[in-house]
């Protein structure tokens, strides 16, 4: 087939590609991301790109005619015919994230083994001994395995040790490089040792991966296993992001394209890969001293990870091929550390509550709680968990992506250039904004969103059920292709020299995501038979979660009117829980456990949560004895911030 070269400024870089490629695929094998929220479909538009010079032709293109005519076009439905030159625009790359880790400062800064295991025993996956071996002779020439194996079981009479065919490969070498003195570096599973490595005594030390595989971005964490200590952190976006923003989107690639699992599998690989290889050349250690590694993902995430068809979590009754997954080999599932390191990816629930939420779980110690605890967990999804030490119940519900900017129409992730808090003048409706990087803004993210939407409806630029009020509105209102529109930040002030708005769309858009995550909580309630004063504590997770204002995001109806002190930010708890297994193997153990006992509330059956949210569609809420809190409240108020 023909080969075509195709040009991209102003990175000047190319990339080979055949004849009928799109200019989306070109940009990924060049290396450059592009925004796809719709995963190549053309209904996003997102990835506007501006074909400076050569033959393309475009399937379906939705741009308006001014922009086309400037040779503006989307590259995931314009394909290359020849040698062609692309310009992109800042807008359409998707740029690094702002990537939620386990905590502000390192935990070696923090309090090391002690505040990361919370009470539990530190009894890490992975340990060394160092043993000294009498040589084979002649007349002692028992084998090399047989002879390490002896000289264990000297040192621990209460172990049985196990070694793998890698490391096995590689023993020979290793014990006569070692003249015989050797460091051995055990994994404690399934009630048996495994020799993982065999090194130099003097060599090395004994370093875990933990990984918080999300459906945005990768997050992960290099830990010293015999301190106790967390080395560094590291984090990137999900590179499956250009086949959809959302998990929909990627279960349809995973099984409608020919090798499309296989391609989410290596992006997801590519991501975890990336950080791993930042964090040993920051910690300065060799990717061999990394001799486990545990992942948490939702069920979906878990399964692209392991190469496991994700095609029946999508279809009714929503079945996915294991919750509990097998131990894995780095070498086997791809990952760039030791080659016989265990990666252990933690349970799942069902198709729509998975590792991530049962390592939250156990990270916060819900199911040991005496009192009553909902953990919520918003993004694309909303998971969110009920119960304490008797009972766990969980449920997810379709957040949709408008929390992670899709959908919106000038939505972005929380990366630099996104507007992530807005005041807004009652008495004259300008607009001041705080933009992440405190550069020029180009987009707005979910938490600048959810501080939009509830700014405006105190100061009665909103009403109720979404519709902009013009009378209150002043000049920033206006009447766009699609509605009204509310401008955020004049072109002028934009770091993309167009206007960013607020559309009547983006609103009923974010009030149905809001909608949904209510809902699910009230769905959770009321099969329990319970109200919402019975809940003790609210642990607020995950990434967008982390940055969330709560009375605002009370104000919009999102979360529950209960008192401030209920609230807790616990933020990656996926992550940290990954972090906790690698320092206590109990911990492990545990996770299983609570991936068995908990159960799962299928939203999908019966007529309970649609009832809810449809009650939900309005801002707060059609009961407004559900927020109490509100009642009464005369439009306009105080909108500085710090505070609400």
């Given amino acids: 087939m023909q080969q075509y070269t195709v040009t991209f400024s102003p990175d000047n870089v190319r990339a080979t590609v055949p004849a009928g490629t799109s200019i989306l695929e070109a940009a990924s094998r060049a290396g450059i991301a592009l925004k796809s929220t719709c995963g190549g479909q053309g209904t996003c538009k997102r990835c506007i790109v501006q074909v400076k010079d050569g033959q393309v032709t475009c399937e379906r293109d939705p741009l308006p005619e001014t922009l086309r005519g400037e040779g503006y076009t989307l590259a995931c439905q314009t394909k290359v015919w020849g040698h062609v030159t692309v310009e992109i625009p800042p807008e359409a790359r998707l740029a690094k994230h702002r990537v939620l ?33 009498d040589p084979p002779t002649l007349t002692e020439n028992a084998s090399d395995w047989h002879r390490l194996r002896g000289a264990l079981r000297r040192h621990r009479p209460e172990e049985y040790s196990t070694i793998g065919l890698p490391s096995l490969r590689e023993l020979a070498e290793s014990l006569r490089r070692a003249d015989w003195q050797v460091k051995v570096v055990l994994a404690q599973l399934k009630g048996a040792s495994e020799v993982i490595r065999v090194a130099p005594a003097d060599s090395g030390g004994v370093y875990g991966l933990a990984v918080d595989l999300g459906t945005t971005t990768v997050a992960a964490a290099l830990v010293d296993l015999a301190a106790g200590e967390v080395l560094g952190q590291a984090g990137t976006y999900n590179r499956q992001a250009r086949f959809g923003d959302d998990i929909i989107s990627r279960v349809i690639h995973a099984t409608g394209e020919e090798g499309g699992l296989e391609e989410l599998r290596e992006a997801a690989l590519a991501s975890i890969n990336e950080v791993a290889a930042e964090l040993v050349e920051k910690c300065g250690i060799a990717p061999e001293e990394v001799v486990v590694a545990t992942l948490a993902g939702n069920t979906t995430m878990s399964h692209l990870f392991l190469g496991l068809t994700p095609k029946y979590i999508r279809l009714q009754p929503y079945i996915p091929t294991t919750a509990e997954y097998p131990i894995v080999r780095a070498w086997e599932a791809g990952l760039n550390i030791h080659p016989a390191a265990p990666v252990l990816v933690f349970p799942s629930v069902a198709s729509y509550v998975g590792g991530d939420i049962v390592s939250g779980t156990l990270f916060t110690r819900l199911s040991e709680s005496d009192e009553l605890v909902l ?30 900017g899709g959908g919106i129409t000038c939505g972005m992730r929380a990366m630099q250039g996104a507007i992530e808090r807005v005041e807004v003048d009652p008495a004259t409706s300008e607009v001041r904004v705080k933009v992440i990087g405190n550069t020029k803004p180009v987009g707005i993210c979910g938490s600048g969103l959810i501080d939009a939407l509830a700014k405006l409806r105190r100061a009665g630029i909103l009403d109720r059920m979404g519709n902009f009020v013009p009378e209150r509105a002043g000049r920033r209102l206006r009447r766009g292709e699609d509605g009204y529109e509310f401008v955020l930040a004049w072109k002028e002030e934009s770091g993309t020299g167009k206007d960013i708005t607020l559309t009547e769309g983006d609103v009923k858009n974010l009030i149905r995501s809001k909608g949904a995550v209510f809902a699910g909580i009230q769905s959770l309630l009321k099969t329990l038979e319970l109200q919402l004063e019975a809940i003790d504590k609210i642990i607020i997770a995950g990434g967008f979660g982390n940055y969330l204002n709560i009375p605002n ?6 979360l529950p009117d209960l008192p401030p002190e209920k609230y807790q930010f616990a933020g990656n708890t996926s992550l940290k829980g990954a972090i906790q297994v690698l320092l206590c193997r109990q911990a492990w153990e545990e996770a299983l456990e609570i991936g068995r006992k908990m159960s799962y509330l299928e939203l999908s059956a019966g007529n309970l949560f649609m009832e809810e949210f449809v009650s939900a569609l309005f801002l707060p809420h059609t009961n ?11 439009e306009g108020g105080s909108n500085h911030w710090p505070g609400a």
């Fill in 624 to 634: 407004l004895e559900l927020f109490p809190s509100l009642a009464g409240e005369r």
């Fill in 553 to 558: 995001a009370i104000e919009i109806g999102l």
């Fill in 375 to 404: 953990f919520v967990d918003i993004g694309t999804n909303g998971e969110m968990v009920l119960g304490n030490r008797e009972w766990l119940m969980a449920c997810a519900c379709s957040a949709g992506p408008a929390f992670e």
């Fill in 101 to 133: 880790l386990q905590d502000e400062a390192p935990a070696s800064e923090a309090g090391a083994a002690e505040e990361l295991l919370g009470g539990r025993p530190f009894q890490p996956l992975c340990e060394a001994v160092n043993l000294q071996l």
